[in-house]
């Protein structure tokens, strides 16, 4: 008896080595709404990282000698490339990965579908070195229990793209797919001198606290801070949080001086106006206080000397060492 449950015991575990077939290749595709179709390709044993940006249809041919477009169709029937770079993935990183990926226990083939009007849909396929293949199929998934597997992807697959990719085109094309998902979308790009990149939309700061924001720069130790927002769409109401932290830190921003996004807050309160609310003038009389007070806020941004904005980092570099 207990020969024969000594021999059932290697049945088991020879059969749980055979399943656990060496994985050669992470690919993941992205189709986002109003976006090109994107292919990430993580090859294990190359330790490289390749991005493709890419139209996954046909076009005829293009003849235009003075096109303004970013790329000219030579031939008829040729799919459109827009990006097409490869990196290499340091050792530590990609090891990191792939424990975060083994974690996640993504062996088999998987649908997790929303209904959305515009979102984005993504495949993730594990490939082994037998070209067996699993994969996830998922739309515009959410942070909750019914995802799990989602981000236990996409989590590391970021972290991973941030760290190997040293190209400011491939890191904008993350940022664009990252904003499909649910993420923070304010990050730590350097250490000395500090500096924190700003992409996407920051809100909250009025009725709605942005309790993640405070937090994230109340742990900020060094100084100064240097905020890269030539991405970021911020909430007037976002810029008293960023007002209270000049008044105690050295703190830039750079990029063009445009992002502010003044009147989604008040339009968040005449929605609210106009649900009980019909009396016409009054909606107006509303709207009229509401947009004095963003234009408001806005002209206190700008003249508040503990507020310094700049064009370029260089240029806050430079101003920081003259001021010794």
């Known amino acids: 008896m207990k020969f024969f449950i000594y021999i059932i015991s290697l049945i088991l575990v020879f059969c749980s ?37 890419f139209e996954d249809y046909y076009v005829e041919k293009l003849d235009y000698s ?45 649908f997790h579908k929303r209904r959305v009007l515009d979102g984005i849909s993504f495949k993730a396929t594990k490939i082994n070195i037998e070209n067996d293949t699993v994969f996830l199929n998922s739309i515009s998934p959410i942070r909750n229990n019914n995802f799990k597997l989602d981000y236990a992807l996409l989590d590391p697959l970021f972290e991973l793209l941030y760290s190997s990719i040293d190209d400011n085109d491939g890191i904008n094309i993350i940022e664009e797919i990252q904003e499909y998902f649910q993420y923070r979308l304010i990050r730590k790009t350097n250490d000395n001198p500090l500096e924190i990149r700003i992409y996407g939309i920051l809100s909250g700061g009025c009725e709605t606290k942005n309790n993640y924001l405070t937090s994230f720069l109340e742990n900020l130790q060094d100084e100064p801070i ?42 968040n309160a005449l929605d609210e106006v106009y649900e009980n609310n019909e009396d ?45």
Not at 237 to 261: D, P, V
Not at 285 to 297: A, G, Q, T
């Open 66 to 110: 003075d096109t303004t477009e970013p790329y000219i169709v030579e031939s008829g029937d040729t799919l459109i490339t827009f990006y097409n770079k490869t990196f290499s993935i340091e050792d530590n990183d990609l090891e990191k990965f792939k424990i975060a990926e083994n974690k996640s226990q993504f062996n088999v083939k998987t």
């Open 17 to 53: 080595c055979e399943n656990q077939v060496e994985v050669k290749e992470m690919k993941f595709d992205f189709y986002p709404s109003f976006y090109h179709h994107t292919q990430m390709t993580i090859d294990y044993n190359r330790k490289t990282l390749n991005i493709n940006v």
């Open 226 to 267: 240097i905020f890269d927002c030539r991405k970021a769409l911020i909430s007037y109401c976002t810029y008293s949080i960023f007002e209270e932290l000049a008044k105690n830190r050295k703190i830039y921003f750079y990029g063009e001086n445009k992002m502010f996004e003044c009147f989604k807050d008040n339009q």
């Open 280 to 324: 016409k003038d009054y909606k107006n009389e509303i709207w009229d206080k509401l947009k004095k007070k963003s234009n408001s806020k806005y002209n206190n941004w700008l003249n508040n000397p503990d507020i310094k904005w700049f064009k370029t980092k260089e240029e806050i570099i430079k101003h920081i060492a003259n001021k010794g």
